[in-house]
């Protein structure tokens, strides 16, 4: 088994556990998922077939996947479009209320490619001053097990 498969394993196991589902984890489960997410991280920055495939961001610390998403002026709102994740779209009042709902619709739309077990789209590379917004850690941790 390649060092791939025994970190996904953890990780797979632990995201099964049924405390994984409540919204408060148990101190000790998000401890153990913590680190098992790191050595996995760890392993994906070092494999160069894994990080091709993991696009990571590099904001953030680089533990979580993040999306370029595009900004546009529409009326008195600004939409809110992702080039990979074509059914994510939103809008908001300004700028910051953009990106803040734009890391919701993403999520949810993770939420429905795993759920249908779609393929779920790799991040691409940002363009010059496009924004990222990150999936959460547990939601990056899923996307990770279930794309390799």
């Given at each position: 088994m390649s060092a791939v498969c025994e970190e996904r394993s953890v990780l797979s196991k632990l995201l099964s556990a049924p405390e994984f589902r409540d919204e408060c984890l148990p101190e000790s489960v998000f401890v153990r998922w913590k680190k098992a997410f790191r050595n996995y991280m760890r392993h994906v920055s070092d494999c160069s077939e894994c990080r091709a495939f993991n696009r990571v961001s590099a904001a953030g610390g680089g533990n979580m996947l993040a999306y370029p998403v595009n900004l546009?002026?529409?009326?008195?709102?600004i939409l809110?479009?992702?080039?990979?994740?074509?059914e994510a779209i939103t809008q908001g009042d300004n700028e910051s209320?953009?990106?803040a709902m734009a890391a919701e619709v993403l999520e949810l739309a993770m939420d429905f490619y795993l759920e249908a077990k779609r393929p779920i789209p790799i991040p691409s590379q940002a363009k010059r001053g496009q924004h990222l917004v990150e999936l959460p850690a547990r939601v990056s941790a899923k996307v990770l097990l279930v794309s390799k």
């Open positions: 546009k002026k529409d009326g008195k709102f809110v479009t992702f080039p990979d994740i074509p209320h953009a990106l």
